[in-house]
């Protein structure tokens, strides 16, 4: 196309709401003038879908539950008045413990007020917390916030050491619904232990976020947690940022969960149109199921040019990525979909993988978000008459055409400013959008199959390690191989993980195995102490 040909499909496909401070620009993702009326059924279907599960059809039949994220933001939706006060109820309640937090009348035992937030969680008990105090916080954040979202033993060292004495001063949020995580159970056990060997009571401390009943909330009961809120069954962890899970420790920092509810209510008021043209949610689901061809043969890589916003697209892996990527579709037909989702921040890029996505395989489309306000306050200038502002918009509308020129497709997403509100409308667009694109690929999104047989292979190489060091321990100083071990477990084909298993032990001297070395790394023997 002409430049003017250009100009003009940009104005026939731009979706311009002033109003929220938001515009999407699909004319550069290749999409046809007509692919809309082509996929008029399909996606009237996927509408359909949609009201359906907002209504509060089962919509994981896998676990017999509803999904209600969209009730978190509207609890008026909710198809049952005990939803609503649920939610309600929970947001007052948040709201008084987090402004008791802040006036220091819920505060640690030897300090004035908690100074410090350490969050135990994993996956979207984490990410989504991760992303908005990212992207909206700064230095008069009322309290500091760090996370343990991982089992690795290093990484929840160096949290702790970096807290350090304050301690004393930190207020630890554990998340897990079924209290049952091992990586967010690992990272709270541990934090328990830093409070005992500096002579604090963990309880005094903790907050948990968790189901009714569950083992964490038989937990916080015994060891007399400040507070616990809830998690339903009808919230997904990767849907859940904008209930108790992402608002509490938002709120704690500082942040106007109102106004991220306020922004995530627009945007569902939006892409709830059934114009495919008028519904940002709906043309974000049309480009990338024309891109991939319906069957995700095209990664979608995330460019904010916006360092508040460099956590999106880890954000949205989990979001896209554990929603979409499915072997078998509603009809138990063997499909293997998904999209790979990666990304980190613009104009950073340019000096990455942004030469790949030029002249490399084109295997992705690419999705830039535009953030027009530049900072707070003036800016100055680097070059006559521009800013650093200039600049990086500048990379950003260059980068787009480089990559058109080389026949690369693209969105661009535009927002006023990142704040709270412009946040909880990006949420609640790619929620949707993933919900419209598994219909139209006739997925579920909302179960994860793929997750829950990790985690029980996982117990089963943990259950291994235990009988493994039974055999040792009852072997005394004579050890073995990792074949004679594995046969005596009765479990040759394990061999693998067995060996495995030792080497990981050995070198951990705390564990107390011993290894001696053999002609080869298979030979070698392990015993205990």
């Known amino acids: 196309m002409t430049t003017l040909e250009l100009w003009a499909n940009y104005q026939a496909w731009l979706l311009d709401e002033p109003e929220l401070g938001f515009r999407l620009d699909v004319s550069r993702a290749g999409m046809p003038s007509d692919y809309p009326d082509r996929m008029e059924a399909p996606m009237a279907a996927a509408f359909d879908a ?30 049952d008045a005990a939803i609503t006060e649920e939610i309600l109820s929970t947001n007052e309640a948040l709201r008084t413990f987090v402004d008791q937090v802040h006036k220091g009348t819920v505060k640690p035992p030897s300090r004035d007020r908690f100074e410090n937030l350490l969050l135990c969680g994993i996956g979207g008990s984490a990410l989504g917390p991760q992303f908005v105090a990212s992207a909206l916080g700064g230095t008069d954040d009322r309290i500091r916030t760090y996370f343990l979202d991982n089992t690795d033993p290093d990484g929840i060292d ?43 009571e963990f309880g005094k401390h903790a907050v948990a976020i968790t189901q009714a009943g569950s083992r964490l909330d038989r937990f916080a009961g015994e060891k007399r947690f ?40 627009a945007m569902d008021e939006v892409t709830r149109r059934r114009s495919m043209k ?35 697209s880890r954000y949205l892996q989990q979001l896209v990525m554990e929603s979409l990527g499915k072997e078998k579709d509603l009809d138990g037909q063997v499909v293997h979909q998904g999209l790979a989702v990666y990304g980190n921040k613009g104009s950073t890029d340019q000096h990455a993988y942004v030469q790949q996505l030029r002249d490399g395989v084109p295997n992705f489309f690419a999705t830039f978000i535009e953030v027009m306000k530049d900072r707070d306050g003036a800016g100055i200038d680097v070059e006559d008459g521009v800013t650093s ?9 260059g980068t787009r055409r480089a990559l058109y020129e080389n026949g690369r497709g693209s969105i661009t ?80 084909e394990e061999v693998e993980t067995v060996f495995r298993i030792l080497e990981h032990l050995a070198a951990n001297p705390d564990r107390g195995v011993v290894r001696t070395p053999g002609e080869s790394p298979f030979t070698a023997t392990y015993r205990i102490k």
């Open 226 to 265: 400040l507070a616990t809120f809830p998690m339903w069954d009808w919230v997904g962890g990767r849907t859940s940022v904008l209930s108790a899970v992402g608002l509490l420790p938002a709120a704690l920092q500082g942040i106007d969960v109102d106004r991220m509810l306020e922004g995530a209510a």
């Open 158 to 200: 160096r949290i702790l050491a970096s807290i350090g004495k304050d301690l004393a001063a930190t207020l630890t949020v554990v998340i897990s619904k079924s209290g049952g995580t091992p990586e967010t159970r690992n990272g709270m056990l541990e934090s328990q232990a830093a409070y005992t060997a500096a002579g604090l």
């Open 389 to 397: 502002g200039d600049f990086l918009h500048g990379f950003l509308l």
């Open 278 to 312: 008028a519904n940002p949610a709906a043309l974000l689901a049309l480009c990338w199921f024309h891109a991939g061809d319906g069957r995700g043969l095209k990664d979608m890589v995330i460019l904010p040019y916006k360092d508040r916003l460099a956590m999106f």
């Open 413 to 492: 997403l535009t927002v006023d400013q990142v704040g709270p509100f412009s946040v909880g409308m990006l949420i609640a667009l790619y929620e949707r959008a993933v919900g419209l694109y598994a219909s139209l690929v006739n997925v579920n999104a909302y179960h994860q199959p793929g997750v829950e047989a990790g985690k029980k292979a996982a117990a089963s190489v943990l259950d291994l390690q235990a009988r493994l060091v039974a055999e040792m321990k009852g072997r005394g100083k004579a050890g073995g191989t990792c074949q004679d071990l594995a046969v005596s477990l009765g479990s040759p």
């Open 50 to 79: 949609m009201e359906k599960l907002e209504e509060g059809e089962i919509a994981n039949p896998d676990e017999g539950r509803m999904v209600g994220h969209y009730w978190l933001r509207d609890p008026g939706m909710a198809p």
